[in-house]
């Protein structure tokens, strides 16, 4: 079961650019989480919000929640040549043990 | 990838083998997580162990096996049974509130 679904599926931007990439899921949550993944390596946490959370910074990073609309977005703000990866959103749904359901990414390809 | 390890990077499975994808920790979790993850694809669960000794399937065990004797360590064993076993497994143990992954196996098929 896959809940949480990235959009859009690939981006190309120039350095410099800002990127946003928006997630969507279904079911009520108690987390959202921003993964990052380089080409043939593990996942590496960005950030988390919570639900009672609507709006979270971590350097670069600033990402967003709406729980009546049931979306985030990650805003990658300067983009550099280095934050070419993909990035997945995993939601936690409320209840019951922790397992995250992850999207199926965004490819962000930052042209130096 | 934090202090998880997997190993080997590369392997190679010939037809009606069975494999198994090793994956330590010591961060000291007790949950620990199996994913299969294919080309331009998202992250699917195969297996996840909440404690030693217990673990339950997720959305894509069939043809898969796992055990967990040891907090540290949650091995995968890829069995014969699994007709496209093609793909890159991520391994990965929870903290509080976030999962820390492995750097990956690419499972190839002679």
């Known amino acids: 079961s896959q809940q949480g679904e990235e959009d859009p599926q690939a981006l190309s931007i120039q350095e410099g650019e800002n990127a946003t990439m928006n997630c969507s899921y279904k079911?009520?949550?108690?987390?959202l989480q921003w993964y990052r993944q380089n080409s043939g390596r593990g996942l590496v946490h960005l950030i988390l919000?919570?639900?009672?959370?609507r709006e979270k910074h971590s350097g670069r990073l600033r990402v967003t929640l709406d729980t009546s609309k049931k979306s985030s977005s990650l805003l990658i703000t300067a983009s550099r040549a280095a934050d070419t990866a993909s990035y997945f959103c995993?939601?936690?749904?409320?209840?019951?043990?922790?397992?995250?359901?992850f999207g199926r990414g965004t490819s962000l390809i930052v042209h130096p | 990838d934090g202090g998880i390890t997997q190993s080997p990077k590369y392997l190679f499975r010939k037809e009606g083998q069975n494999v198994t994808l090793s994956c330590e920790q010591n961060?000291?979790?007790?949950?620990m997580y199996w994913y299969r993850q294919d080309p331009g694809q998202g992250l699917r669960l195969i297996y996840y162990?909440?404690?030693?000794?217990?673990?339950q399937k997720g959305d894509i065990a069939e043809g898969y096996s796992v055990s967990r004797e040891k907090k540290e360590s949650f091995p995968l064993t890829v069995t014969s049974a699994q007709k496209n076993p093609t793909a890159f497994y991520l391994c990965?143990?929870?903290?509080?509130?976030?999962?820390?992954f492995g750097p990956g196996t690419r499972l190839l098929v002679l």
């Open positions: 919000i919570r639900s009672n959370e």
């Open positions: 995993a939601t936690d749904a409320s209840g019951g043990s922790y397992i995250p359901t």
């Open positions: 079911t009520s949550i108690n987390n």
């Open positions: 162990s909440q404690i030693v000794n217990d673990f």
């Open positions: 961060l000291n979790h007790d949950a």
């Open positions: 990965a143990s929870k903290g509080q509130e976030t999962q820390y």
